[in-house]
């Protein structure tokens, strides 16, 4: 007999895992299905920065959901973590004239919108980052940060779990329609249904989005080579506890749903990484991996109904889903059990003809 929910989130990543468990803070009855195990797709490999600032292409919508979801992760770490959040900043190098002319119009422009961001002065640089090769022509700190993207996941599935949810592993979806989800395990029945099912939401929803491909790679040096993230012409350096760092990442739009990663992309990140840091070259390589991440044509997360049958989309997210997480956990457990509107942007709806 099948069990009677209030909603079925699809994909246990770290979108659906948010998800579930601002649905299940707030009372409703969720299930999670996971066709592997929770965050075993791009959510265990994804770097894990906060990066609005870092990775904002200007003011807009994706700017302010950004911050907007940054600033909920100090309370979200006190009530489900530990999940490593340093908030310390990232800061972005750069060793061209060109790269040093964008890293001064991002501050003025970052500035202008009334945010903090500050070009730093060389000395400040090499205390930062005592190990980093040729001193860059800019440097620029602002407010973003990093965690360890498996763990806030994994952290989330538990506080969803700790709040009533039943988070199945596992279990393969096969199709979502209005109150039912097909699995290899026989029908869920729910009133609303959650497609988070990341770069394979399309299999099952009708949402414009597709896989882009990224590679990083983890190595560990015998110590601490770096304080916080830094980002440098062609790779980001994302610390990590116990001497890890990660680097990332490629951008591999043409190469669809392969999760393989490559010699050659493997060989540029760690040339590249060990350029801007030359001790990393003696760092052990401990994986590399590579994942997909899901794009939209506008590159706005899709959140919000489906149609009027309780079928609703929090996919899409691309290079942010983990920065995007929590804000996109309330925003659609608000919309969907209190009637709240959702940011006009991100709307399903807008890609309809
Ligand atoms: N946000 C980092 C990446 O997607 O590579």
């Not at 004239?97 to 009334?114: P, V």
């Not at 399309?202 to 980002?231: E, N, T």
């Not at 739009?253 to 990484?273: H, N, S, Y």
């Not at 149609?307 to 997210?317: I, K, N, S």
């Amino acid at each position: 007999v099948a069990a009677a929910w209030d909603v079925a989130v699809v994909g246990g990543g770290v979108v659906g895992c948010a998800v579930a468990y601002a649905l299940a803070r707030r009372g409703a009855r969720v299930v999670l299905l996971e066709r592997d195990r929770v965050a075993a797709g791009a959510s265990y490999g994804a770097g894990g920065m906060l990066a609005p600032q870092v990775e904002a292409h200007g003011p807009g919508p994706l700017l302010r959901l950004g911050l907007a979801s940054r600033d909920l992760f100090p309370a979200l770490e006190a009530e489900v973590g530990p999940f490593d959040l340093d908030l310390r900043g990232i800061v972005r190098v750069a060793h061209t004239e060109a790269g040093a002319a964008e890293l001064a119009a991002r501050a003025a422009w970052q500035r202008e919108q009334g945010l903090e961001a500050r070009l730093l002065e060389p000395s400040e640089v090499r205390s930062l980052f005592p190990d980093l090769g040729s001193p860059p022509l800019a440097a620029l700190w602002v407010p973003d940060g990093r965690l360890v993207p498996e763990r806030l996941t994994r952290a989330l599935a538990l506080a969803a779990v700790r709040h009533g949810a039943v988070v199945r592993e596992g279990v393969p979806v096969r199709s979502v329609r209005p109150g039912r989800v097909e699995t290899g395990e026989g029908p869920v029945v729910a009133a609303h249904v959650v497609v988070s099912a990341g770069a394979w939401s399309a299999d099952l929803a009708p949402v414009p989005v597709r896989p882009v491909k990224g590679q990083r790679v983890l190595v560990r040096h015998s110590r601490p080579l770096l304080d916080r993230v830094l980002w440098g012409d062609g790779c980001y350096l994302v610390p990590q506890p116990g001497g890890r760092v990660l680097i990332g990442a490629t951008e591999e739009p043409e190469a669809g749903f392969d999760r393989r990663p490559t010699a050659a992309a493997v060989a540029r990140l760690l040339a590249r990484a060990v350029e801007l840091v030359p001790a990393l070259g003696e760092a052990e390589v401990l994986e590399a991996w590579a994942g997909l991440r899901p794009d939209t044509p506008d590159h706005l997360p899709l959140l919000g109904p489906l149609g009027e049958g309780g079928v609703w989309a929090a996919t899409g997210h691309y290079r942010n889903g983990i920065l995007l997480a929590p804000v996109t956990g309330e925003r659609l457990a608000a919309a969907l059990l209190e009637g709240e509107p959702l940011p006009g942007e991100c709307l399903p709806d807008r890609f309809r003809g």
